[in-house]
């Protein structure tokens, strides 16, 4: 086995004295010891080694380009044969897609710069250089996790140009935008952190990367799959009363003006049963990060513009409240006999959970990858090299 390099006299004097002798396992506070010093370090070592690959270039220009197209090929047709005041609300529609398709491309990006970083650093027999230097495995982790999230925010940032016109076009918010960047930012920590608790814990870096892009498709694709074949078994008969619009015999309008409640027994989807399947679903998440519509939206449309993060989220909170009385009135407020008794659904958001769901599987993934990475190591898979 190969001797480890010595750590330069200028780094043991940046990262502090040096461990006492002995061989013996680093005590708790120094395998968590915390050193700006330290984590600027491995940082910096990760970006050096990404920055001087040709890839890494190519991957930036082409993600630009592709953003930039697709924003474009969303928006020239409006924008040629529409009158001004029809741009907006078909801006705000592209901005919620286009939105989605950053974070979708985040959560496909992060996990191959992620998922790899600590066991291929071992497999390149470079991992134990680190290990046997002043650093502590929380720096070394940390480190990592910095250099991760820079890089997403690096991808994040060049996808901005493409999706900034299309928001002021749209008339979104600042408070809007912000909110869906920052649950964004949020998603890319916490897939970086989950990325190198699994490399981590496997020892080939094809295995770590493929178990992320497992939990990123799960968690995006399967569980809202899983959730809407669970209307078909979760289903509860019960007796309800409903009231529909009507029409009375002494008026001539087109629309119904009167509210006619029937009981009646109806099959109720208990999907609300299953929702924590959508809690940590990136879209859901983004869709809680925008404003409500507003609650007679359908018949005053002309105010608001309802791209596709404000009606699902409307959606999501109508799943939440589905066997709520209220859900089972069609009428207007303006009808006699409208059941005003009935109050209105109680207002459950998801984003608490879901990002709380996040935030706890990424802690307790950079809680194993330090614990992986205290030395002396008392365990190593089978093949593994140490340097």
Not at 189 to 217: D, E, F
Not at 351 to 372: E, F, H, I, N, S
Request: proline share 8%; aromatic share 6%; charged share 10%.
């Amino acid at each position: 086995m190969n001797t480890a390099p010595a750590v330069s006299e200028p780094t043991r004097s940046a990262l502090g004295p040096p461990p006492p002798s002995g061989g013996r396992r680093r005590p708790l506070n120094g395998t968590l010891s915390l050193r700006p010093a330290g984590l600027w370090l491995v940082a910096s070592l990760e970006l050096r080694q990404r920055i001087r690959s040709v890839r890494w270039y190519v991957a930036l220009g082409v993600w630009t380009l592709v953003l930039l197209g697709i924003g474009v090929l969303g928006l020239a047709p409006t924008l040629y044969s529409a009158q001004w005041e029809e741009i907006q609300p078909v801006a705000a529609v592209v901005f919620s897609l286009q939105i989605i398709l950053v974070a979708f491309a985040m959560l496909l990006v992060v996990p191959a710069l992620s998922a790899g970083s600590i066991n291929g650093d071992r497999t390149a027999g470079t991992l134990a250089t680190l290990q046997a230097s002043l650093l502590s495995p929380l720096e070394i982790v940390l480190g990592k996790l910095l250099a991760g999230v820079l890089t997403g925010l690096a991808f994040l940032l060049l996808a901005l140009p493409s999706v900034v016109p299309i928001a002021l076009l749209g008339g979104i918010g600042p408070l809007y935008f912000l909110r869906v960047v920052a649950v964004i930012v949020v998603l890319t920590v916490c897939v970086t952190a989950i990325g190198l608790g699994l490399s981590a814990v496997t020892a080939r870096q094809l295995g770590s990367v493929v178990l992320a892009y497992v939990v990123v498709i799960g968690v995006a694709v399967v569980l809202p799959i899983a959730w809407g074949a669970s209307s078909f078994f979760l289903i509860q008969e019960r007796e309800v009363t409903a009231y529909h619009p009507s029409y009375t015999e002494q008026t001539d309008s087109a629309m119904p003006d009167t509210c006619v409640a029937e009981t009646e027994t109806r099959e109720v989807p208990r999907v609300d049963l299953s929702l924590p399947l959508l809690w940590g679903n990136p879209v859901v998440l983004l869709a809680e990060a925008a404003p409500p519509l507003a609650q007679n939206y359908w018949e005053q449309s002309e105010d608001e513009n309802a791209d596709a993060l404000r009606m699902l989220k409307t959606g999501m909170r109508g799943a939440a409240t589905i066997a709520h009385p209220a859900q089972f009135n069609s009428c207007g407020p303006d009808m006699d006999g409208y059941p005003a008794h009935l109050g209105e659904p109680p207002n459950r958001p998801l984003w608490p959970m879901g990002l709380t769901l996040w935030m706890a599987a990424g802690g307790l993934a950079l809680a194993v990858a330090t614990w992986r990475l205290a030395v002396p190591i008392t365990r190593l898979g089978a093949g593994s090299r140490i340097a």
